[in-house]
């Protein structure tokens, strides 16, 4: 009897030990986390997967790899969050005081990193390098008329008709201080209010970012940042093996195996405003008839070329721009796979015996030389011959410009996060980028282009792609997701859209 | 009378080991360099090789796998589906050719301005010697790639670079055999029985070079190769659609650690290709050109 209720008594002891040491030790591992880095040793390297020309933004505005660095250094008014949405950055608030004039508020209490107040002539100033620049932003920005600073916290912007698009090209505008709109010296290592300063920049090679401790909102957690510019795949892996960079901006697919199999790694596939096209010169015969360009679309097996080539990384498309944006809505009765169709369309076109054409590609675009290869195999078995033109990045943009080609492939992005971006940019009339014209498209572009409705915009972009689709002007062949490898001592790591990553809430632990 | 006897048996011997290991050392590298010629010819048309067909769903496959048409990708195949033995076998294909039209041109251009410069000396010598000088102090290979650059890609364009890079080895050495043999008794007869400076140059002189030529060009061959393949692998050699082992090894260091085969066994094929035509030329510098051994 006695010991019967011993042994209860023991086993219960020995239960409640048992639940006290698990839920002890669950405790413990729920409270400490992988342990913080002290400060002096927080310091980052990312290597980034686009190349850095300057750090002028307003030299280069729609450059990634340059918005990549200066996204921490230098502010918008507003900026796009992860559904590409603008949001409040340097302006707290805006509204449209009448259709064609955007009124902003701005945030009070910012200063640079020197130490000297934000205030709305610096908006000015900024406006004033952006818009007499005349780099790839001025088409965007060419429907603002004036703009004027009202009191040092208020700035407003009139266009020339109603806009609704003009916010997400407000992102790539970035504010750097008023007096010094015209000092190139300066903007090639500007400062900012953003949580970031640049201390060195050696071109090709690295930039250098330190924190900025008198930094307006909550002040970034790594003492140093620096953008490491190694554009060889294989000394990218080696660095991250190594711990020499700590992050990688984008991992190719074939190198997914070698980096899932390191341990202390974590690789993030997120959605990107990236994506590649081919354009058919429209104005070129035989192309200039859309039998012949859906045939050719029907020939490629777009699904299972992007899956034997990007696997997870990439996904073919269903509209013009990547779905990621706004207003890149699926297209009605695209043109599939389909080799026996693409024939008798052939046929109908006036070429039973298939046709030759050539296809421009840059050498510079990683593994474009074996999509192109698949392509042309692909063209070959339904009779068109195809004379692929491999060239070095400067010999490429010539003939591109010159439109001296009957095909070319190429990535895009569509960074302002909207569809207008991509679509009006380059698919109007007056843009001539493929020789391509359709005035009911034009039409519809600008209606887009000037509402505020969303839903409205949607329905009109929805018109817009289910023309483009029978027209074929090209084939929006896959958008990409960018593949962030990161050691699993990078903390908070979160990849927007488009790729401008937010580098003051990242930590290191050990 | 012994000791006699023993220099008579011995010396007779050794000579004959010794052209034994010259004949094996032309021999072998002969036999290689052929196999692998037949080979460049013959593989690409047997396997209906084309560089621009790709077939995804057998891409980076190791090698020995078993392809959908029942054959063995014995060496595997590439990142577009390629089987790499064909592949490989084109670019030597392409290796070959270069380096035989490089030394063509390079040893015609080279050989004759040699025999001028080292016939005639004077400024028509001094001019030429002194551009070899300056084109001998710049690195070849930093030359071909600058060339290259200005000329654009293409198999012709590299011919072309090389054969620039190259006609200096042949007219410095041709030079100096011509001043050599200018001296000798039999050129003097020509010249003394009053033959045109054509009929010396090209019947007397012509006659004496072409052993140290043929020496030179096996020798160089395999660098032109090596060059060839070095300008491809940079991407500025052979163009997108003409098979290289150049390009072949270096879009296979994408793929060292998933894919070694890609460039292991292209580079493989290169240095016995090399190695072959150096040991072959050693070994005919050695027959023809005796004085020049070494050791």
């Given at each position: 009897m006695t010991s019967t209720r011993k042994c209860w008594e023991g086993l219960a002891a020995a239960v409640a030990v048992a639940?006290?040491?698990?839920?002890?030790?669950?405790?413990?591992?729920?409270?400490?986390?992988?342990?913080?880095?002290?400060?002096?040793?927080?310091?980052?390297?990312?290597?980034?997967?686009?190349?850095?020309?300057?750090?002028?933004?307003?030299?280069?505005?729609?450059?990634?790899?340059?918005?990549?660095?200066?996204?921490?250094?230098?502010q918008a008014l507003v900026t796009l969050d992860k559904k590409s949405i603008p949001q409040p950055q340097l302006a707290t608030s805006w509204k449209w005081t009448t259709p064609t004039s955007l009124q902003f508020k701005l945030r009070e209490g910012v200063t640079f990193s020197d130490g000297q107040p934000f205030t709305s002539a610096d908006v000015v100033g900024s406006f004033d390098r952006f818009i007499a620049k005349k780099a790839t932003l001025s088409a965007a920005l060419s429907i603002i008329t004036s703009y004027t600073a009202d009191d040092p916290t208020t700035f407003t912007i009139n266009t020339s008709?109603?806009?609704?698009?003009?916010?997400?090209?407000?992102?790539?505008?970035?504010?750097?201080?008023?007096?010094?709109?015209?000092?190139?010296?300066?903007?090639?290592?500007?400062?900012?209010?953003?949580?970031?300063?640049?201390?060195?920049?050696?071109?090709?090679?690295?930039?250098?970012?330190?924190?900025?401790?008198?930094?307006?909102?909550e002040k970034a957690k790594l003492k140093t940042l620096t953008f490491s510019l190694i554009t060889d795949t294989n000394a990218k892996i080696t660095a991250l093996a190594n711990g020499q960079a700590h992050v990688l901006g984008d991992v190719i697919y074939d190198q997914f195996p070698t980096v899932k199999a390191m341990e202390n790694v974590t690789l993030t596939p997120a959605d990107a405003l990236t994506y590649y096209f081919l354009w058919f010169n429209n104005a070129k015969s035989p192309l200039t008839d859309p039998k012949v360009r859906r045939a050719m679309w029907m020939a490629l097996d777009l699904p299972t070329i992007v899956q034997s080539l990007y696997g997870e990384t990439a996904s073919p498309m269903d509209s013009f721009c990547p779905s990621s944006a706004f207003g890149c809505v699926t297209a009605a009765d695209m043109p599939s796979y389909d080799p026996k169709g693409a024939k008798a369309l052939l046929a109908e076109a006036g070429y039973p015996n298939g046709l030759t054409a050539d296809i421009l590609l840059n050498t510079s675009n990683a593994g474009m030389d074996t999509l192109v290869s698949a392509f042309v195999s692909q063209w070959k078995a339904v009779g068109i011959t195809v004379k692929p033109r491999a060239q070095d990045p400067t010999t490429w943009l010539a003939d591109f410009s010159a439109h001296n080609w009957d095909m070319v492939v190429n990535p895009n992005a569509t960074i302002t996060g909207d569809a207008d971006y991509t679509l009006n940019r380059l698919y109007n009339c007056a843009a001539n980028r493929l020789g391509y014209c359709n005035p009911k498209l034009d039409a519809l572009f600008t209606k887009a282009q000037q509402s505020s409705d969303p839903s409205e915009r949607t329905a009109l972009y929805q018109q817009a792609v289910n023309i483009m689709a029978q027209d074929a002007p090209g084939i929006p062949m896959f958008q990409t997701k960018s593949n962030v490898a990161a050691l699993k001592s990078v903390q908070d790591l979160s990849i927007p859209p488009t790729e401008f990553i937010d580098w003051s809430t990242v930590y290191l632990t050990k | 009378m012994s000791a006699d006897q023993a220099v008579i048996t011995i010396a007779p011997s050794h000579a004959r080991r010794l052209r034994a290991t010259v004949s094996a050392r032309i021999l072998v590298p002969l036999v290689v360099i052929g196999i692998l010629g037949i080979g460049a010819i013959v593989v690409p048309v047997l396997y209906n090789y084309d560089p621009l067909h790709a077939d995804l769903l057998v891409r980076l496959k190791p090698p020995g796998t078993a392809m959908p048409d029942g054959s063995i990708a014995i060496f595997g195949t590439d990142k577009v589906g390629s089987d790499l033995f064909a592949e490989m076998m084109a670019g030597t294909r392409v290796s070959l050719i270069v380096g035989a039209s490089t030394l063509l041109i390079a040893g015609i251009v080279g050989g004759i301005l040699g025999l001028l410069a080292g016939y005639f000396g004077?400024?028509?010598?001094?001019?030429?010697?002194?551009?070899?000088?300056?084109?001998?102090?710049?690195?070849?290979?930093?030359?071909?790639i600058l060339l290259v650059s200005v000329l654009g890609q293409g198999i012709l364009n590299v011919i072309i670079v090389l054969s620039i890079s190259n006609w200096v080895i042949f007219a410095r050495v041709i030079r100096s055999q011509v001043l050599g043999l200018k001296s000798l008794e039999y050129v003097e007869a020509a010249r003394t029985l009053g033959a045109s400076h054509f009929h010396i140059i090209f019947r007397t002189l012509l006659p004496g070079c072409i052993a140290p030529m043929l020496v030179i060009a096996s020798v160089e061959f395999g660098y032109v190769v090596l060059a060839e393949a070095a300008l491809s692998f940079l991407g500025v050699g052979a163009p997108f659609g003409t098979p290289s082992l150049g390009s072949t090894i270096s879009t296979g260091t994408q793929y060292l650690a998933s894919a070694w085969w890609i460039s292991t066994i292209p580079g493989l094929l290169l240095l016995v290709l090399v190695l072959a035509t150096g040991v072959l030329g050693d070994a005919l510098r050695d027959r023809f050109d005796p004085r020049l051994r070494s050791a």
């Open positions: 639940v006290i040491a698990l839920t002890g030790l669950s405790g413990a591992e729920a409270a400490s986390p992988a342990e913080r880095l002290p400060d002096n040793q927080q310091n980052l390297t990312f290597v980034p997967n686009f190349g850095v020309p300057s750090l002028d933004s307003a030299m280069v505005p729609l450059e990634m790899g340059t918005n990549q660095i200066m996204s921490n250094v230098l008709a109603p806009t609704g698009t003009l916010l997400g090209v407000l992102s790539l505008v970035k504010i750097g201080q008023g007096t010094h709109s015209t000092d190139d010296v300066w903007w090639g290592k500007p400062i900012g209010t953003g949580p970031f300063v640049i201390t060195s920049y050696v071109a090709n090679d690295h930039v250098k970012l330190t924190r900025n401790d008198t930094y307006w909102g | 004077g400024w028509l010598d001094t001019a030429l010697m002194r551009i070899a000088d300056i084109q001998l102090a710049f690195p070849s290979i930093l030359l071909a």
